[in-house]
């Protein structure tokens, strides 16, 4: 608690400090890069007793460039799990059990991220068993075909949400070139051909889980210098690659798009408005712009969720995203309605509010609270060493480095209204818009 009540005073104390020299990530880190490509990065902290273990691989859905190939990412999130040369299946499950510790992953576009966190005197157990398998996978084809089920399975349960099927139809309708074309779970054909790629699933391992596109976080009760030896000595022998994937880039957006989706059971209806929208950033201020605008003309506390959802009660929530990618993604804001006569009303009004940003100049000081709040809100929640190692997961996926957090948090400080103004422009033109709507197929919905 006494940790949390100081970083929030260095929060607030940094309003006042001029935007060059203010630092919204507060602790001391060391990043080293070994010969084989494999860059670490160690943070030590006050938290006693207890370390996070972060393994951040450069490969998501943004990767899976050939055709028929899809959400093979998320396959291999699953894979890793099943077990390594020295170490059979079960084997990881039994010792994260004894060291009582907390394990899972994820995946992403742009990223799939291992993660662990458990007592000190284990890292050395922890850091052995890790590097065995990420050098030295080993599953047999029956394995892979029982975990091919087990995606397949999890996409269906997926699929029967409505939200899940307008994230998928929403990026096969706005990107035609781009692998941002396809979810992170792949499409389904590809899933149920999983069975059929054991060959191919083991050449996609060897592509990307080298030690050039990975970066290990180590952040707790730590010794800096201990722990890059301890890599070093467990990882230092993994062999680098050479494979680049070509990405395809996305064609300039020739004109509107938009879709209706009947839903076949009941649902409330679902409307989202998606522009495109810039790459991250830790230099230009495009991105930045809007992340901002985004809480400012889609959160909580904007003028649009203040009538549709509190005063006129015809949404139950409305909202947007504009999350960080390599390559440049949607802008995506989307309300959930409930009656389906309000459908083109809302639409309507989430159309007026991007027009609406184009043309007004945001109040100052409704920029400057808004960007207080974001840098808040970041140091509140890095309240232990699994936050403080998970909020630099996303950012070293983005530039491998911790310095793009201070970066990204110095370019919102930049921010004018006058960008904002500007960029809102720049992006949320007609050409670049896609439109998609769901209802239930009885509602009659267009």
């Known amino acids: 608690m006494k940790k949390l009540f100081l970083l929030l005073l260095f929060a607030l104390a ?7 020299t203010r630092k919204v990530f507060p602790y001391q880190y060391q990043v080293t890069d070994l010969p084989n490509g494999l860059r670490i990065v160690t ?27 899809s959400g093979y990412a998320h396959f291999f999130e699953h894979l890793m799990f099943r077990g390594s040369e020295n170490y059979p299946p079960g084997s990881f499950d039994a010792i994260m059990k004894k060291a009582g510790a907390s394990s899972n ?20 157990a922890v850091m052995r068993l890790e590097a065995d398998r990420f050098k030295h996978l080993k599953f047999s084809e029956e394995q892979f075909k029982t975990e091919a089920g087990a995606v397949l399975g999890e996409y269906n349960k997926n699929s029967a949400s409505p939200f899940f099927k307008m994230y998928e139809v929403m990026r096969e309708t706005a990107f035609r070139n781009h692998t941002y074309s396809h979810t992170t779970m792949g499409y389904l054909e590809d899933i149920k051909d999983y069975p059929n790629q054991y060959e191919y699933a083991w050449k996609f391992f060897n592509r ?51 879709k209706h989706m009947d839903w076949p059971s009941a649902t409330l209806p679902i409307v989202q ?62 309300a959930q309605i409930k009656d389906v006569k309000d459908m083109d009303y809302i639409k309507t009004e989430l159309l007026k509010t991007f027009e609406r940003y184009t043309k007004e100049l945001v109040p100052r000081k409704k920029l400057d609270d808004t960007r207080s709040r974001l840098r808040y809100g970041f140091i509140q929640a890095m309240n232990s060493n ?19 957090v201070d970066k990204t948090f110095a ?34 919905a267009k």
Do not use: C
């Not at 998606?274 to 991105?287: G, Y």
């Open 273 to 334: 408005v998606a522009f495109r929208a810039p790459a991250f950033s830790e230099t230009e201020k495009d991105k930045a712009a809007l992340d901002l605008l985004r809480i400012i003309a889609f959160g909580d506390n904007s003028d649009l969720y203040q009538k549709l959802v509190l005063q006129e009660q015809k949404a139950v929530f409305i909202g947007a995203d504009a999350d960080d990618h390599i390559d440049p993604e949607l802008f995506t804001a989307y």
């Open 14 to 20: 940094a309003v006042a400090v001029p935007a060059q």
């Open 43 to 69: 943070v030590p902290t006050d938290y006693p007793n207890l370390v996070s273990f972060y393994v951040v691989i450069g490969a998501g859905s943004r990767n899976e460039i050939e055709e028929k190939k």
């Open 208 to 258: 990307f889980y080298r030690p050039e596109n990975a970066t290990v976080i180590v952040v707790g009760d730590i010794k800096g210098p201990a722990v890059v030896a301890m890599v070093k000595k467990y990882f230092g022998d993994w062999k680098r690659g050479d494979y680049k994937a070509e990405i395809p880039a996305e064609k300039p957006q020739d004109g509107p798009r938009s």
């Open 411 to 444: 370019l919102y400080d930049s921010i004018t209204p006058e960008d904002i103004r500007r960029f809102a422009a720049k992006y949320f033109t007609e050409n670049s818009r896609t439109i998609l709507t769901l209802a239930t197929k009885q509602g009659g």
């Open 105 to 124: 992953a994820s995946t992403w576009d742009d990223k799939t991220i291992y993660h662990e966190t458990f007592a000190k005197e284990d890292l050395d």
């Open 386 to 404: 699994e936050s403080i190692a998970g909020a630099l997961a996303q950012y070293i996926a983005l530039r491998r480095s911790p310095d793009t």
